[in-house]
């Protein structure tokens, strides 16, 4: 139900409670602080006061996009986003590592990387892919809960001499959750005691079947260690991302989502976003979460400076006037006025949350306008 109480309208308005009870009398409605008014009743209130309608559900906080849907003739191919996950041990980090030696733009660069949370590997044929380098699981959980999806494909690495472990059930699962499509990498296949047949067949227990036995979830053997058939896993998620057909418009404001966030001594806070939608330049008045800011610089996973990020590409961003978390949004605004709108409007949803046990019924009460 879409209803407010007086009191509430008021806080979010930077208005008094009694002047609204004021402004309810003159329009013909009595109504007390603590009772509810309506949608409508709202808006006309908000009105009143001078006051601009600010969307309250997160997804349409962002005045420009999100309500809008990019024309199909403006979407480009853009990179598959990639999340490796899997037991403890697995060589999911191995994996990581061994595929980012196969980059052929570090190669020419001299293989100078940084650790950013997420890379970007451009492969023989010049297609690009897109990794998420920050803790598997949590990452993708923390993420998931905050309505981030930016995962597009899921591998995942089972040991062949170790086979499904709890943690491998827990990744089938968040990634059957989630809708991702998975792609599994049978890993360590070097190793004397590895059965990749045996993990076929335990993937069938978890109604994972793979190709080798019927199905279509593609399986590839591997070995992140002796760097055996990247090139195949490389080539399988080529295959699925076509398959996906994905898509976005890279030329308007960027729409991206916070992969990781650290406070740096010299330089600030620090974010590695991914962008969604549109290109996000050096210059941009950005909303982050409930930070905001201006893109002072953006550095890429090879430690470069870059002045432009188009869809699927990670950058780091400096310039935030807070630390971020991981999931959060990054919204491109108009100017610096707006920013500050925009981070306090979130600002007061998080204080919220944490102040409130109660279930926000509120959440949605401006989000239908059209
Ligand atoms: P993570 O915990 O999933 O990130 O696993 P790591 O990448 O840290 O690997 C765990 C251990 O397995 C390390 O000692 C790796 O050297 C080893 N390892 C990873 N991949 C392979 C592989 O393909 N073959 C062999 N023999 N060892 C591997
Ligand atoms: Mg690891």
Known sequence: PETITVQELAKRMGERGADLVKSMFKLGTPVTITETIDRDTAELLIEEFGHRFVPVS?????????????????????????????????????????????????????????????????????????????????????????????????????????????????????????????????????????????????????????????????????????????????EAINLQAEILELKANPERAAEATVVEAKLDKGRGPLATVLVQRGTLNVGDIIVVGAASGKVRAMIDDHGRQVKQAGPSFPVEVLGLGAVPSAGDQLTVVENEARAREVAAYRQSVLDKKRTTSAPVSLENMFANRA
């Not at 986003?81 to 020419?108: C, F, N, Y």
């Not at 990749?196 to 036995?213: C, D, G, N, S």
Request: proline share 5%; no cysteine; aromatic share 2%.
């Open 58 to 234: 997160e997804a349409d906080i962002d005045i420009d996009t999100s309500i809008d849907v990019d024309a199909d003739e403006t979407l480009q191919p853009r990179p598959p986003v990639v999340t490796i996950m899997g037991h403890v041990d697995h060589g999911k980090t191995s994996l990581l590592d061994a595929i980012r030696g196969a980059d052929v733009v570090s190669g020419e660069a001299g293989g100078i990387t940084q650790h950013i949370g997420a890379y970007q590997v451009t492969l023989k044929d010049g297609s690009k892919v897109t990794f998420l380098d920050t803790p598997g699981h949590e990452a993708f959980t923390e993420m998931r809960a905050r309505g981030a999806n930016v995962t597009d494909i899921v591998v995942l690495v089972v040991a062949a001499d170790d086979g499904l472990k709890p943690q491998t059930i827990e990744a089938i699962n968040h990634t059957k959750a989630a809708g991702v499509p998975m792609i599994v990498a049978i890993n360590k296949i070097d190793k004397p005691g590895a059965n990749p047949q045996k993990v076929r067949e335990e993937l069938l227990q978890h109604e994972i079947i793979v190709e080798a036995m019927g199905g279509d979830v593609q399986d590839v053997e591997v070995s992140a260690l002796k760097k055996t058939n990247l090139d195949g896993l490389l």
